[in-house]
Structures are given as C-alpha cells and as structure tokens.
C-alpha cells in the first residue's frame, strides 16, 4: 500500500489482516476514537454505525453523538446499542456539528479520533490501516488517506491526498488555505486527539467549522499521508456541506476563528485569505445566477488583495461576469 511521507516521498507499507490491540498501546488503553456526530440522519446512520462496528477491536471504542434528532435517530441508536454494548451514545440539545464533535471528542479516552459524518462510511480495513502507519509515524498530528466520492447518480471517484511536505508553519498555512495545495477530510483523516482538545471546533460556526481545526492541525505538528482510501464519503442534495445561508456572516467569523488557532508568523496571510473567502463567495453567487451579489464579493476581495483577486482563474471568471456572458 503506497504511503508518502511528510517529504512527499513514496513508501510501502504492509497492513497485517490482525485486528488485535497493537503495539501503541498498554492492555485496555484505546488507541482510536471513533466519533460519529449526527442530526436527523436515522435513514443513514446504520450504514455508518455497520461500517465501523464490523471493524471494532480492543483499542476501538465507538462513539455517536445525537445533536438534538427529531427524527427515528433515536430507535436506530436504541436498536444498536441494545445487539452491540461497546457502542457509546450521547445526547445534547441541537447545538450544531461542532458542539457534536466536541462533545465527542471530550469523552473520548482514544489517543487520536476519527470524526465520521453520520452520511459517510469506512471502507474494509481503514482502522488496520491507520494502526499500521501510527505504528511507522508515532508523532503524526494527522493521518491524511484517499476517499472515494460517491454522487446520487452511483458515479464514483477516487481521490488521493496532496503531499504535505516539510515546512513551515507559514508555508504550510499558505499551501491550506491559499492554495489549495492540501487536502484535509473529515473521515478519512485521523487526528491527534490532544491538538483537537487544544483547538475545539468553533461552535459559532454551522458550517465551515473545521477549516479551523484543520488548519490548526496541520501546522502543530507532523503529517503523515497515504494512498490507501478509507472513507466513502457520500455526496447528496441534502448533505449538510452544501448549505448557504448566512455565507458571508459565515465567512467573517471563518476569518477570526482560523487565525485565533494560528502562530503569529502566520497572520501575515490575514488578509489574503479573507479575500480568499470573498472571492469563494463570488464563485458561488456566480454559479447561482446571482451577478449583483457576486459583483459586490468581487470587489470586496479586491480591496483586501488585489493581488489574490486577480489571480489567473478568479480573473476570467469576473471577465465574463463585466461582459454579461
């Protein structure tokens, strides 16, 4: 199984068929916390839950969190849990993902944690998979590997992890979220649970909230990637990914919350990145026929940055927008 390292160089790894407790940890420590948050997803959520429950070991523990369902949720967690006890429930009142996931995350005993969309599932082996390379890359804050994208029409499409090189913090912020040169995914991605402690999910945000956490991870400490894919992530009409409303609120606040987690040699990149969030909002207003909107997005990104407004592709796009194409 082909894995890059923190250089981006090419290394095979070779995942024993075991899913016994490993190396990393002592009898009864749990080395992975599965962490599954979940809003009115009862017609979804079992194929999530079967996805991890059949990988379960003894350094696996599995945990959902019921963000406030109105939904069967309820009697689906109740039915689990009655056929399978190492499942672990918790209840809030809704409060957003975020709230979930940090709810989750602090119960959690595991040294790192896999947060699992309830919409999403594990493909066979990912767990094996992950405990091999945390026992090759002890210090990895993050473990970055493929996902396969499925689209409601049963397309679907393999996509591999950037390399994540050795850099600075600074560099390594630019390449995130200037550039677009990293890729980070929630379920296909196992984090550190420390550094997810130290920088919770802002629970101010109902959207967009892990740019922050992400970003805060990747410059904490060393990442590992891997070729190998371990989710299916699942792309539908309804998906909580896709939502607009309060965009532009949304993406101010983005701004605060991902550079509060950030060391100061990065705040340099302020300002770019909220022309940044500008110039995705003008994209989107751009493809929903909204050009009044979209105008007003343009220029707001232009005066925080020129520079980045009149990057080659945002460019063509506002082209085409002047001449009314």
């Known amino acids: 199984m082909p894995?890059?390292?923190?250089?981006g160089r090419i290394e095979e790894d070779k995942l024993s068929p075991e899913q016994d407790s490993s190396p990393l940890t002592q009898a009864g420590e749990t080395l992975i916390s599965v962490i599954i948050p979940t809003y009115n997803y009862a017609h979804l959520l079992p194929r999530a839950l079967a996805s991890v429950l059949v990988q379960m070991a003894a350094d696996v523990e599995l945990i959902v969190v019921d963000d406030g369902s109105t939904d069967a949720t309820n009697e689906v967690l109740a039915?689990?849990?009655a056929r399978y006890p190492q499942l672990q429930l918790l209840d809030q009142v809704n409060a957003g993902a975020a709230a979930a996931r940090n709810h989750g995350i602090?119960?959690?005993r595991g040294r790192y944690a896999l947060l699992l969309d309830a919409d999403d599932e594990l493909l066979p082996g990912a767990l094996a998979c992950l405990r091999t390379l945390l026992e090759k890359h002890p210090t990895a804050g993050m473990l970055l590997g493929a996902q396969v994208s499925v689209y409601p029409d049963g397309r679907e499409r393999l996509r591999l992890?950037?390399?994540?090189?050795?850099a600075s913090a600074r560099q390594l912020a630019k390449r995130y979220l200037l550039e677009k040169r990293v890729s980070i995914s929630h379920g296909c991605s196992l984090f550190r649970r420390d550094l997810l402690l130290q920088r919770p999910y802002p629970e101010n945000l109902r959207g967009g909230e892990d740019v922050a956490v992400f970003a805060h991870l990747l410059v904490s400490?060393?990442?590992t990637v891997t070729c190998e894919p371990l989710a299916r992530i699942h792309k539908h009409p309804d998906s909580l990914r896709h939502r607009?409303?309060?965009e532009e609120e949304r993406a101010r606040v983005m701004v605060s919350e991902v550079f509060?987690?950030?060391p100061p040699e990065c705040q340099s990149l302020r300002r770019r990145y909220q022309a940044q969030r500008y110039l995705s909002l003008f994209r989107t207003a751009l493809l929903a026929g909204e050009r009044a909107t979209a105008r007003r997005y343009y220029r707001d990104a232009f005066r925080l940055s020129p520079w980045q407004a009149l990057r080659?592709?945002?460019?063509?796009?506002?082209?085409r927008l002047l001449a009314g194409l």
Request: proline content about 12%; charged content about 20%.
């Open 161 to 166: 992890p950037k390399p994540v090189p050795l």
């Open 106 to 108: 602090r119960a959690a």
């Open 244 to 246: 607009r409303d309060g």
């Open 221 to 223: 400490a060393p990442v």
């Open 79 to 81: 039915s689990h849990a």
């Open 3 to 7: 894995a890059t390292n923190q250089s």
């Open 312 to 319: 080659g592709r945002h460019l063509h796009k506002v082209i």
């Open 260 to 262: 509060a987690g950030l």
